[in-house]
């Protein structure tokens, strides 16, 4: 695997917990009792938490990753230099 394909991993990953991230928190904004659809009222508000947690997580660990891969590119290209 090459550092370009390891952070363009990442990249995806970073996007993937982003939407997930969106999806979550507009679900919790169109619920409760001002709700257009009565589903939408009873959502499970602790499960949607979560969820906005783990996408956190899964955000921070690919944006390590992502740090990871500019410090190896960088130290690569310091090496080439010398």
């Known amino acids: 695997m090459t550092i370009s394909s390891m952070m363009n991993i990442a990249l995806s990953g970073m ?3 982003q939407t997930r991230m969106t999806t979550a928190a507009q679900t919790i904004a169109n ?3 001002g709700a257009a ?3 939408a009222a009873e959502i499970d508000l602790a499960n949607e938490l979560l969820t906005v947690r783990q996408a956190e997580i899964g955000y ?3 944006a390590l990753v992502l ?3 500019a410090d190896l ?3 690569l290209m310091t090496i ?3």
């Open 15 to 17: 996007r993937t917990e």
């Open 31 to 33: 619920s409760g009792p």
């Open 37 to 39: 659809t009565e589903t």
């Open 60 to 62: 921070q660990a690919n």
């Open 67 to 69: 740090e990871a891969g």
């Open 73 to 75: 590119w960088d130290v």
């Open 80 to 82: 080439k230099r010398d």
